[in-house]
């Protein structure tokens, strides 16, 4: 139960008593409930989703919908709302859920199809006249009965995404701006299109071959489910890679193990605030996962040096955005991503690297990620220092904001910090002592205390930016950071 907060369980038994409330009608004796009909449908929903065992059935956001979605909507184009509501619950209560606790997740999922049937066969009903809409479905009637079946399919999604938006606004204690943005965009045409398909389904339903002809409807479902199934896997796949490149950095730097991955969910937390859509949100979480991947390029005796690194080698590690970029720009899905992993170690005011852009020249990713980037490296325990307090960390970065950083990412940061809070789930090893090793400069730190190596002659961010000898690259000279967001390693 501690994977579910308590808000979102009150909200859930809510959706549950709501779900009882709508279907309670059928179950009264004397209620002419169409039992033959709500048997077959449920039996079918609930076969059909263990055959397919379709990804997105088991996930948070019903919006994604299932390919045998089309059979709840028969449901709610052949029978009254109530008993609508009844054929969604043995599937989803038998349906496949991947995380705990899979008996709240089912009764969620219960709930919320219920609901979603029950207003889906009430708006059938209301469009037209209660009897006469029902009536009407037959290959007669078209192309009218399309108003009252589009009716239908909209209350339907409405439901979802209201459900889903609550849920999400709840479990994830965001602003319900954020919770329902672009869910019911996002899902609307697809509830459309699985409209056609139940209203289809319910004309052979009605005709002289009866419920065997209906069946022939979720062929072309199934095939869309198993298409729709083999892309998850290679989603999957993808995944997979990434995490393996993420723990390859972890292991070979484990002074920031766990670094990619807390950089990630800041980078998701600055860009739900700023209102990307969500297939932008899921790229920039790959962008911050894998911006340090070009540390594999870095020999390892660099990344665990004890002590300040020389010009020379600061040089050779300057080069980890360009490592990075050359190991990933084959792999298409990542997008805008790859230009992260360049470029986030760019300054607004041009004078990071690896080629001194500013401004609005550094792509939006970047300037998130160089965000997160910093944040987490301030508020992370190191072999050199303590983690800093979450309040310190954003005083920092406002302070270098406009000249370092871009302040709209800034402020999104904070807002969400301000929300929700700040909870790592890993940390890198905590110090023993003062003899550990693992490059510790012996003197002065930053402003910022992440312990970036000053070199000789050079200044903190207080005074101004330290410069390091010129980098060979076409911009010339490379100023250092006023902070290192590794390992006190530029």
């Known amino acids: 139960m ?42 079918l929903y609930a076969l059909s989703d263990q ?53 709240l997740r089912r009764a969620w999922h219960a709930a919320q199809f219920s609901l979603a049937s029950y207003a889906a066969a009430y708006a059938f009903g209301g469009v037209g006249s209660a009897e006469g809409a029902r009536g009407a479905v037959s290959a007669a009637d078209f192309p009218y009965v399309l108003l009252p079946a589009t009716g239908a399919a909209v209350a339907f999604c409405l439901v979802l995404a209201a459900l889903d938006g609550g849920i999400r606004a709840t479990a994830e204690r965001c602003s319900p701006r954020t919770a329902w943005r672009g869910l019911l965009l996002r ?22 071959y009866g419920p065997v002809a209906a069946l022939l409807v979720l062929l072309p479902m199934y095939i869309s489910c198993w298409v729709f199934a083999q892309y998850h896997r290679e989603r999957a796949a993808h995944q997979a890679t990434i995490r393996a490149l993420v723990q390859a950095v972890d292991i070979k730097d484990r002074y920031t193990r766990g670094h990619s991955e807390r950089v990630g969910r800041a980078s998701v937390m600055i860009a739900r605030e700023l209102g990307m859509d969500d297939d932008r949100l899921e790229v920039l979480r790959f962008a911050g996962i894998l911006h340090d991947v070009g540390k594999l390029g870095v020999p390892t005796r660099l990344l665990r040096k004890d002590g300040p690194l020389t010009p020379e080698e600061r040089r050779i590690i300057e080069l980890h955005p360009e490592y990075g970029h050359e190991m990933v720009r084959g792999i298409g899905f990542l997008g805008e991503a790859r230009a992260a992993i360049l470029h986030h ?146």
């Open 345 to 490: 170690h760019e300054r607004l005011d041009g004078r990071g690297y690896p080629y001194g852009l500013s401004g609005g020249e550094i792509p939006e990713f970047a300037r998130v990620v160089a965000v997160a980037d910093a944040f987490d490296a301030m508020t992370s325990t190191r072999s050199y220092r303590r983690a800093r307090p979450v309040a310190t960390a954003v005083r920092e970065l406002r302070r270098c904001a406009g000249a370092q950083f871009d302040p709209r990412m800034v402020r999104a940061l904070a807002r969400a910090l301000d929300r929700n809070g700040w909870h790592p789930a890993v940390t890198a090893d905590a110090p023993d002592g003062p003899g550990l090793s693992g490059n510790v400069p012996p003197t002065g730190r930053t402003a910022s205390g992440s312990g970036a190596n000053t070199p000789p002659g050079g200044h903190t961010a207080e005074a101004g930016p330290a410069r390091v000898p010129d980098a060979g690259r076409p911009n010339g000279p490379v100023p250092a950071l006023p902070w290192a967001p590794w390992g006190g390693r530029r």
């Open 51 to 103: 055959v397919t065992r379709c990804p997105f059935l088991g996930h948070r956001a019903p919006v994604g919908m299932g390919s045998f979605v089309p059979v709840l909507l028969a449901g709610a184009f052949l029978l009254p709302p109530a008993a609508a509501a009844l054929v969604a619950v043995p599937g989803a209560c038998l349906g496949r859920v991947e995380k705990h606790p899979v008996w």
């Open 2 to 43: 501690r994977a579910v907060p308590p808000g979102a369980r009150v909200y859930i038994l809510c959706a549950v008593l709501a779900a009882v409330v709508c279907a309670a009608p059928a179950l009264r004796a004397g209620a002419g409930t169409p039992w033959g009909a709500v048997v077959l449908l449920a039996v």
């Open 187 to 208: 899902s609307l045409a697809p509830h459309l299109v699985h409209g056609l398909a139940g209203l289809m389904m319910a004309v052979l339903w009605r005709s002289p």
